[in-house]
């Protein structure tokens, strides 16, 4: 009896342990924290080598976190897994790249879901409840879709190629000449009149479409990641975005002028070398207070409007972009959660 009640009290201290140690996992270390000029909230990431999505406290601590539902495992996860957190709902959106994406809630439930070979790197859910989503990965020669709209229920409402973009080839940046990938695009952002801001990253470009048009085209964005929304400021409409430049940093451009050249705004710290935590830089999200989330390989930080980077978490356990690594994840986009 005694021997049973040892069994007993043994299997609850160390289930004790385990969940205790479950619940304390750190994966980030704070090295900046100006804590009265940083927007408090968590970050939602997806953490591609355990196969969760995760969210983590200012600190680095994972707070929740659920396992990526089955059937999108054999995504190719590293190939542009946007998240975003939908407030209204408390649920999450992922892009499972080459496969389809997902909406998921704390409990792990999945309320949406659409299989879609042309899916990388961003998607958006739209307030009619559709979904509208780019691909990175169009080949050269196939003409893949590069912006996709489908209804809830997964039907295709409106599909563009490269042939509509009508790029100048010209403009293609030599880095990427070689690049597997065609134009490249990697966001996309339904703007407050409707209109579509599209990201060509291979053609340093961000172009706005509009009646079926493009409207605009912004040149001379160096591998153009995430832009903004448009801000009004002080009289004059204004956009961000993400410049592949070296050394990488945020751009601000002038929205109603596209021959106005980019306005560096924030460049990312030392080191600038190719193994900088910081690069390549993607996640580019305005916050509550003015500030901007930013995110490199292994870095995420918080930057005011005026350059001051006053929060930054490390992931130690996460590897830069450039490793060979595969047995860890390195940060694709995150999104911020208040």
């Known amino acids: 009896m005694y021997k049973n009640l040892f069994i007993v009290f043994n299997f609850f201290i160390t289930l004790s342990f385990f969940s205790i140690n479950a619940q304390s996992e750190i994966i980030g270390e704070l090295i900046t924290n100006k804590a009265d000029k940083v927007q408090k909230g968590n970050i939602g990431l997806v953490d591609t080598y355990n196969e969760r999505i995760i969210e983590i406290d200012n600190k680095g601590k994972v707070i929740w976190k659920k396992k990526i539902p089955g059937k999108f495992k054999n995504a190719e996860w590293n190939a542009g897994a946007d998240i ?22 704390r409990k792990g439930k999945v309320l949406n879901s659409c299989k879609n070979k ?27 879709s590069i912006i996709t709209k489908v209804t809830n229920d997964c039907k295709i409402s409106m599909s563009k190629s490269e042939d509509f973009f009508d790029m100048d080839e010209a403009d293609l940046n030599p880095r990427y000449a070689m690049d597997k990938a065609n134009l490249h695009s990697n966001s996309i952002r339904i703007l407050e009149d409707e209109s579509i801001m599209v990201s060509v990253r291979n053609y340093d470009q961000v172009v706005v479409i509009k009646n079926n048009k493009i409207i605009k085209r912004f040149k001379n964005a160096i591998g153009a990641h995430d832009p903004s929304e448009v801000y009004n400021e002080n009289g004059n409409n204004f956009f961000y975005y993400l410049d592949r430049n070296r050394p990488s940093n945020i751009n601000k451009r ?12 924030w460049t990312i710290p030392e080191p600038h070398g190719k193994k900088s935590p910081w690069i390549p830089l ?10 901007w989330l930013v995110t490199g390989s292994q870095r995420i930080g918080q930057v005011t409007n005026d ?24 940060i694709y986009k995150v999104a911020f959660i208040n």
């Open 84 to 105: 975003e957190w939908l407030p209204e709902t408390d649920t999450f959106l992922i892009v499972a790249p080459k496969k389809g994406f997902f909406e998921i809630n």
């Open 118 to 144: 042309h899916i990388s790197h961003d998607l958006d859910k739209l307030d009619d409840g559709s979904f509208i989503f780019v691909n990175g990965w169009d080949l050269k020669g196939e003409k893949n």
């Open 254 to 265: 002038n929205f109603d002028n596209v021959e106005d050249g980019p306005k560096i705004m």
């Open 282 to 291: 993607r996640t580019l999200e305005k916050l509550e207070n003015g500030n």
């Open 307 to 330: 350059g001051e980077l006053v929060w930054e978490l490390n992931l130690p356990e996460f590897r830069h972009q450039n490793d060979r690594n595969n047995d860890k994840t390195y």
